[in-house]
């Protein structure tokens, strides 16, 4: 075996052009299909990441009908919903896979919100004490709620920092008085996310699907928020999961336990209420799907450049096979048996495509670097899709290299001899 491949390297080297023009479409083959596969991965951690965000793996359930969550902003909670204590709050954070759990009201759109004139169109929640410790805020400046607030139903207000900006333009909102509801509220801290998350925006479609164009969040105790809307609102529960992974189990199993606890059992069955989560997860796969689809026909269309390749390494071969016979010749009358000259020609095709096969693999990867970085598009080199690439190239050798190599190795000493 290693004087077969010793033999295969001079070879190679022996012909140094053709070698690579031989190697070429094995190289562009296999260059093409890691271009394509690191694309895919590439777009696919970024779909992931613009829906999940920054990384504080909080999982929402509320209250839907059907498929669809209620909205209380306008829609009357059903009789039958038992309120989510503390203690049931105690039993999520401790499920598996969780880290902590907070209940919270809130408002997608708030309409009812003024600082003078100036109108607040974004959205309100009223939170526990464990809210801001799941979404990762931190304090800007002024301070976060304390027991006290939430024990005395105090009305103090919060804003995060796209809210400060739009209902103070700039100047410190500390002290400073909302009407809510035509109820007053002191502003006491402005908070923004440690982790800030951006999500990538390379297209109009990523705009309208990502791009977070609203006046900012503003939260309040949660103590206090039925001084503000109906008397027994439904909360709604967000579970921090311990790891991205744990995210649809988490949100499975809390919508199973708040449904069975909470619901009454007529309620299930005839208006088909139910806490539910909506799984981030599932949405992310779906449109990764989609665009593993699409990029599955690319990886096809490159896979015939490798087809190319290999008969463009069995056409060398052949040609190899011609040149040699008296060698191939000489080799058998001197006792060289058929396995022999065989194996050697075997050797020498899958020599040649592996070397295609790690150029090809080099290329790709510069390739999905050059494309990430004057093009903007997401990619993530694949190792095991570099290894395969590798393997299916030596497999290419073997394959189209076995007919030259049996055309070798059943040549008559005695003819091949004679060859000019």
């Known amino acids: 075996m290693k004087e077969n491949l010793v033999l295969s390297f001079q070879s190679v080297w022996a012909h140094k052009l053709r070698s690579f023009l031989t190697m070429l479409g094995i190289i562009i083959g296999i260059a093409a299909i890691i271009t394509i596969v690191s694309t895919i991965k590439g777009t696919n951690e970024q779909i992931k990441q613009n829906l999940i965000g920054a990384g504080n793996n909080a999982v929402v359930l509320q209250v839907y009908q059907n498929d669809y969550p209620l909205e209380f902003s306008y829609q009357q909670a059903p009789d039958g919903i038992r309120p989510v204590d503390e203690r049931m709050r105690n039993h999520l954070a401790n499920m598996n896979g969780a880290a902590d759990a907070s209940l919270f009201y809130s408002r997608q759109y708030v309409d009812n919100v ?70 007053p509220f002191a502003v006491i801290g402005v908070v923004e996310m440690s982790a800030q998350f951006q999500p990538t925006i390379n297209s109009l479609n990523d705009y309208y699907m990502y791009a977070d164009a609203g006046e900012g969040q503003i939260f309040i105790p949660d103590a206090v928020w039925e001084i503000l809307y109906k008397y027994g609102e439904p909360k709604s529960v967000v579970i921090a999961a311990q790891t991205t992974d744990d995210m649809a189990t988490v949100s499975q199993k809390a919508g199973d336990i708040l449904t069975a606890n909470l619901v009454s059992e007529q309620l299930r069955q005839e208006q088909q209420i139910s806490y539910r989560g909506r799984n981030l997860m599932e949405d992310a796969q779906q449109l990764q799907q989609i665009a593993t689809a699409t990029s599955r026909q690319l990886v096809w269309i490159a896979a015939i450049s490798l087809l190319v390749g290999g008969i463009g390494v069995m056409n060398i071969m052949m040609v190899s096979v011609t040149e040699r016979t008296r060698e191939i010749g000489l080799k058998k009358a ?55 690439a590798t393997v299916f190239s030596v497999v290419i050798g073997l394959i189209f290299g076995l007919l030259p190599a049996v055309k070798a190795s059943k040549l008559n000493p005695i003819d091949a001899l004679r060859r000019e």
């Open 114 to 183: 003024f600082y003078q004139n100036t109108r607040f169109g974004g959205g309100m929640a009223g939170i526990d004490s464990h809210y801001f410790d799941i979404y990762g805020y931190r304090t800007l400046y002024g301070r976060d709620f304390t027991q006290d607030d939430y024990d005395s139903a105090r009305k103090h207000v919060i804003l995060d920092r796209r809210a400060a900006n739009t209902l103070f333009n700039g100047e410190n909102p500390l002290g400073r008085t909302l009407e809510i509801n035509r109820e």
């Open 334 to 388: 001197l006792g060289a048996k058929r396995k022999r000259i065989l194996g050697q020609f075997l050797t020498e095709a899958a020599v040649l495509t592996t070397i295609g096969g790690i150029l090809g693999v080099a290329s790709g990867i510069v390739m999905a670097k050059l494309i990430s970085r004057f093009m903007g598009m997401p990619t993530a080199v694949s190792i095991p899709a570099a290894v395969a």
